[in-house]
């Protein structure tokens, strides 16, 4: 986490720019107008319009209705606490019950935290003023999310679809590595199959396109989560190919004999992972290919003896690139018809 606050990539860097712009420019704008509506409440109003930026524009309206909600929950809470419980029990009564329930509710939905400090302005308020306290703060709270959803379409917007696509790519990429290092280690001694770099790389952009995906807010994302699901089967498919690579199996698979069809199944699946990744169409070349290799290689098993370790290494390679060929495909059916 360190190092990527120290040496961030550039999709991080751009990230953090428009969160500080935006963040910066809906704090400012509120106050400007809190200063002539109701300076009193500009401090809420403002941590309002700030905390409810996310990356994306979907992100920050998902946090702005999420924020609203939890606002007007705590303040019925708080405002029923004080009004049922008696007088001699005084503020301090008013404000534990009031914690006591919204402290439950976030227990089961941690985005309603924020419905606390509703809930603790209103119960510390004066009984006269327990009702004008609500509505001016929650006017204010509303307004301050209402100005930050209106920066986020304004200023450098980003839609939760297009960083989904993005994620998604980078993930492409990353499987594509991932796959080359696989096949790698199985043709060459000492290879690593898995570089903890390019496997972070891919967890990293999955989790990533999930969030995405998750604040998509005005489009239909079924067809997205396919394409993430199919992704995620493609890269379990290639973890099975780490047995080939392993050290009391990899002498088996290290021959020349089925050097060529490995190294043309490497060939092809990366580059078409990686036209995915760019969105090009023509991949059938490329898995016809790819099923030719996949011939070769059985035709090579056939002439091993069945009951020999060397047959049941190269048998589990071939296993796990026959796995590797349906879930590519299935994947590239779904990126063409998303294209």
Partial sequence: MLERFIHPSRVDARDMLRRALQS???????????????????????????????????????AAWTR???????????????????????ASAALFLSLLV?????????????GAVAAVSIALAPEAEALGTAGARALAIGLGAALGVFVSLLVWPDRAESRFDRHFRTALLATATRLEDALEAVTQ????????????DYHKAIQQAQEALGAVK????????????????????IIILDRAAEPDAASATHTSDMEEEVSTLRRQTCALLRALAEGEKGWKQRTHEIDEALKSLRAVLEEDNPRSDQH????????????????????????????
């Fill in 24 to 62: 910066a420019l809906a704090g400012l704008a509120t106050y400007l107008i809190m200063t002539r509506l109701n300076p009193a409440e500009a401090f809420l109003a403002i941590l309002s319009a700030v905390l409810i930026i996310q990356p994306s524009v979907g992100g920050t309206m998902g």
């Fill in 68 to 90: 609203l909600q939890a606002t007007v929950t705590g303040s019925l809470i708080s405002l029923a606490c004080v009004t049922l419980l008696p007088d001699v029990w005084g």
């Fill in 102 to 114: 919204v402290g439950g509710i976030a227990g089961l939905r941690p985005d309603w935290s924020y």
């Fill in 189 to 200: 001694e000492g290879a690593d199959a898995a570089p903890p770099d390019h496997v972070s």
């Fill in 218 to 237: 005005l489009a239909d994302c079924a067809e997205r989560q396919r394409r993430l699901e199919a992704l995620r089967r493609l890269y379990n498919s």
């Fill in 312 to 339: 049941q290494n190269r048998s589990a390679l071939a296993f796990g690139l026959l796995q590797v060929r349906k879930t590519l495909s299935e994947l590239a059916t779904l990126c063409q018809r998303q294209g």
